[in-house]
């Protein structure tokens, strides 16, 4: 990784009539088009030749962090390496160029894929059906939410059930997704030990019971613990006619372990980019099959996306289940709960660890032990970056004021944690023994710290406000 | 234990297990109720080496036929150029998560900057988001945003010419929202502007969506139609073929306040559907109801230019339910990709790509109105794409064509054929087409 700024923007490098492309020559004859449809100018894209427009990605690209350069332990992520043989296996040109309305004979292949992997996702989940159309875990709740909506109006109770219960600990995405698929939202209280409060469950189920169209859930939750109470819940929700969600975020440390079908939930979703290793690509494609219980299967939306939603990213999630295969799959959760636990346990002396006890793939500190310095999880994220790590992720859960989320998966090896936990356990001591060193950083990168306020205050989207804000 | 993506060995599992004080990897599940403990063996096969994973992806993939595409219907066979892979594939790119962390992942802030400049030049947009996941989902965005923007309205106008996969989307949002999506007449393959003006006047009006090109590959003369939505207090929205958008008068020239679409015809591969990316650019005064990821530009502590995901207060990961969408993530790979191609094609080279598709699409009309079998569906201007009326059986034609290899088109209706060309398509495999019709046609 680049320690000084590559800041170059394309539009910069661009000069007056040069090409970066060539074409074929236009032999069907010339066709006039009406000039009243045509637009006035031209787009002012830049004018690059091809050397320079590979030099500007690649050294933008060396401004980067990814999981190939290092230890990314961003909870809630599950950033685990992507195997390079899937990326290969996805651009196959036999997949790769395959319209997605053309005849069901000439597509067998592609099809295969989708239910090889559909089959895949209800032995590993305990569901009984899955669709592969939503395009990322936020969709995938969405699809799900319908689903559960569908249901209810089948049962000609869609009317009144127009409630989600969603614990405080929750993903954003769980009460937008909810919004966004007109429910109103109760929030359920965790309990001081980080897990939902049941007595308060029940407050609301007998107050809203019949309003209720579900509840959901993570498990382990975004604490990284696991909701023991989950058959007397998941029975508390049904008893009311209500649903139970499972939001597939945090399903890594499950597999081997428990399966949320066996549970008792209806309807779950799977980020494939968390679990089954496909690469996040700095927040996108992703994908977010939905599974469910036979029941429900009809309940499914056809309409979530018009073909089998992210294909290309389908064909990577199986060519690693393929590959782990029934042996190794269910090695993936216990290793990596083996792995946050033995980083939390040899932190939680110098870190503030709120709710102690076995985690799973991930655990939260609430900050530093000693904050008398000053020093704040934002600036140990920071420090981090100057180590060479990736900072865990900050500030969420909600519950906590300084929370910090670190999961490490289980690619990591007792090496690359040791030298991690020594790296926290110096910089705990930096922020004692010269706290501005912490609170200032990073220093080694690329760029410092960024003014958020001005970034937001005085929108710049575009070059076109560039070049203005640079004339005024 | 091992295994090639685990580095644990035994002596590493031993002393962490003692680092953690238990005394198996078992024991850190005693939380777990024992009747939810899975204890089987996954219905699944057993581990594949890496050639035998190879082997089986090789032998589904001839199960499948690569055809000679002359099919469009909101997805096209562009060409892409070899740079891009090579690039998408830098594992810098590609292994990132979002750029959270502006101090490492000045890449990514970076292009997500470039592709907004890139798709506001495109669109005649003063904005754009980093990208949503397609263009149908983003259609659906783009409504949400209407009604968000428009004060009790709950009603959205949507043309009947708009590709009925971006309605049926659409549609699906909707539902939940209470909003309602009321279809404006088309007239002879184009959007009524009396019945959109009279459904407008009937008031509720949150937004109005077309489309252009049009379900029928027909550029719509929208003259008119945005001060019609505008006088009426109704925002004005377009969903576009990004690639068309090089040549064809842009939304943002003809009034609109949002423009969206796919921006799978800037070279994307069709991958049996997907990842794709969705663009959605609107105007300066929208911009605070804009769902999704935003870069902006801004400094850091050491004065040098930055660039940083901004005005996150719309997003659900700080208003939760309150947020302008539940989108939590971009295209993002896919918006670098559309980055990378933009930048080689380049002001010339993407107009010229167009007009290739734009003369290879009327050279294949003309010829297939010299057979006699066929009729223009519509008499109107048309881009890359365009539909024939025939009295024979479409799908014994389409099948006939793909047994040779080639994919003539989608049908669109019952005596509907629609065919699209793109500058990946030869004079000979046009000529090969039209012989191949004319054989079939034969034979009947």
Redesign the interface.
């Known amino acids: 990784m680049n320690n000084r700024l590559y800041g170059n923007l394309i539009f910069e490098l661009s000069r007056e009539g040069r090409r970066g492309c060539s074409l074929p020559k236009n032999r069907f004859g010339h066709h006039d088009i009406p000039q009243k449809l045509c637009r006035k100018h031209d787009a002012a894209l830049p004018e690059c030749d091809e050397p320079t427009v590979v030099r500007h990605y690649t050294n933008l690209s060396s401004n980067n962090f990814g999981v190939d350069n290092g230890f990314y332990p961003l909870g809630s992520c599950t950033m685990k390496y992507n195997p390079k043989l899937n990326e290969e296996l996805s651009r196959l040109p036999q997949f790769q160029h395959l319209h997605p309305q053309q005849p069901a004979a000439t597509v067998a292949g592609a099809q295969a894929v989708c239910t090889l992997l559909k089959r895949s996702l209800c032995a590993l989940t305990g569901m009984d059906a899955f669709t592969l159309k939503p395009y990322a875990g936020a969709h995938g709740e969405l699809t799900g939410l319908m689903t559960i909506r569908a249901w209810h109006k089948a049962n000609g109770d869609e009317g009144r059930r127009t409630k989600v219960i969603v614990p405080d600990s929750a993903h954003g995405t769980n009460p937008a997704s909810a919004a966004v698929c007109g429910y109103d939202i109760i929030e359920v209280k965790s309990t001081a030990e980080g897990l939902v409060d049941f007595a308060h469950l029940q407050t609301i189920i007998d107050e809203h019971g019949k309003e209720i169209a579900a509840m959901m859930m993570t498990n382990p939750n975004t604490l990284g613990l696991f909701e023991r109470r989950i058959p007397e819940i998941a029975e508390l929700v049904h008893g009311c006619g209500a649903l139970m969600y499972y939001d597939g975020a945090n399903l890594n440390p499950m597999l081997g372990v428990c399966r949320p079908g066996d549970m008792g939930f209806d309807v779950m979703h799977i980020n494939l980019h968390k679990t089954f290793s496909t690469p996040h690509g700095g927040g996108g494609p992703g994908s977010g099959p939905v599974g469910v219980k036979a029941r429900l299967k009809d309940c499914l939306p056809q309409h979530v996306s018009p073909y089998q939603g992210n294909f290309a990213v389908l064909m990577r999630a199986y060519a690693y289940i393929l590959s782990l295969g029934r042996e190794h799959i269910k090695k993936v959760g216990p290793l990596a709960t083996l792995n946050a636990n033995y980083v939390k346990e040899q932190l939680k002396d110098v870190y503030e660890l709120p709710i102690d006890g076995w985690c799973m793939h991930e655990f939260v500190f609430d900050g530093l032990k000693d904050k008398s310095s000053g020093v704040t999880t934002m600036d140990v994220a920071k420090r981090l970056l100057d180590y060479g790590y990736h900072a865990p992720t900050i500030y969420f859960p909600l519950l906590f004021h300084e929370a910090m989320m670190i999961e490490p998966t289980e690619n990591e090896s007792k090496e690359t944690l040791d030298a991690f936990i020594g790296v926290m356990r110096r910089i705990a001591g930096e922020a004692n023994a010269e706290p501005e060193t912490v609170k200032t950083a990073p220093h080694l990168t690329p760029i410092g710290r960024v003014d958020d306020v001005q970034a937001a205050k005085h929108p710049v989207l575009t070059y076109q406000q560039l070049l203005l804000n640079e004339t005024n | ?1 091992m ?1 090639k ?4 060995t035994a002596d ?2 031993q ?3 003692k ?4 005394d198996s ?2 024991a ?6 024992a ?4 204890r089987g ?8 080496s ?1 050639l035998e ?2 082997q ?12 000679v ?1 002359f ?1 469009g ?3 096209y ?1 562009h060409y892409t ?1 070899a ?1 891009i ?3 998408l ?11 959270y ?8 802030l ?2 997500i ?2 592709y ?3 798709m ?3 669109t ?1 947009m ?3 988001n ?2 949503m ?2 263009g ?2 983003a259609a659906a965005e783009a409504m ?1 945003m209407a009604v968000n923007a428009g004060k009790k309205q709950s009603k959205v106008l949507v043309s009947a010419t708009v590709d009925p ?1 971006v309605v ?2 659409m ?3 909707a ?4 909003i309602t999506i009321e279809m404006i007449d088309e007239h002879d393959g184009a959007t009524s502007l009396t019945d959109f003006g009279r459904r407008l006047t009937a008031g509720g009006v949150a937004g109005v969506m077309v489309a252009q090109p049009n379900r029928y590959g027909i ?1 719509e ?1 929208y003259t008119g139609f945005a001060d019609v939505a505008h006088s009426l207090k109704a925002l004005f929205m377009m969903h576009c073929v990004a690639a068309d ?6 939304p943002g ?1 003809w009034g609109a306040d949002i423009a969206c679409g796919d921006g799978q015809s800037l070279g994307i ?7 794709y990316v969705g663009f959605l650019c609107c105007t300066e005064k929208l ?1 605070r109801k804009m769902p999704g ?10 004065g ?3 660039f ?1 995901l ?2 996150q ?1 719309r ?9 302008t ?10 918006a ?1 990709f559309v ?2 191609y ?12 167009a ?2 598709g ?3 699409a ?2 294949l009309c003309d010829q297939l109105l010299q057979t006699g079998h066929f009729s223009l569906a519509f008499d109107r ?1 048309f881009f890359n794409e365009f539909c024939l009326v025939c009295d024979k059986d479409i799908d014994a034609l ?2 006939y064509c ?1 047994e040779a290899g080639y ?1 003539a088109g ?1 049908k669109t209706g019952d005596n509907m054929l629609m065919l699209a060309v793109t ?1 990946r398509r ?2 000979e495999e ?1 000529d090969r087409l039209v012989s191949l019709i004319n054989e079939y046609m034969n034979t009947l």
């Open positions: 234990m295994y993506y685990f580095p644990h590493d599992l002393s962490m297990l680092a953690v004080g238990a990897l078992d850190l599940y005693s939380d777990i109720p009747d939810v403990r899975f063996d996954y219905d699944l096969p057993s581990e594949m890496e994973v190879r089986l992806f090789e032998q589904l993939g001839r199960q499948n036929r690569q055809l595409c099919a219907d909101g997805v066979d150029p740079v892979p090579d690039l594939a830098r594992s810098e790119f590609l292994t990132s998560y979002t750029p962390q502006a101090e490492v992942s000045q890449g990514t970076h292009y900057f470039e907004q400049s890139m506001t030049a495109l005649g003063d904005i754009s980093a990208s996941y397609d149908t989902t949400m996969k049926a989307a549609q699906t949002y539902d939940g929202l209470g550029v003369d958008l090089a040549v064809l008068k842009t020239e591969p069709m991958q049996f559907g997907g990842p911009l990821r935003i870069v902006g530009m801004t400094s850091d502590n050491r040098q230019r930055a940083v901004t005005l207060a997003e659900q990961h700080i208003r939760r339910q309150k947020a969408s539940n989108i939590c993530s971009n295209q993002s790979l896919m670098l980055t990378v933009l930048s080689l094609m380049g002001r010339q080279g993407l107009k010229e790509a007009m290739l734009y003369d290879g009327h050279y201007p389409q099948q793909a994919m989608v500058e030869s004079k046009t």
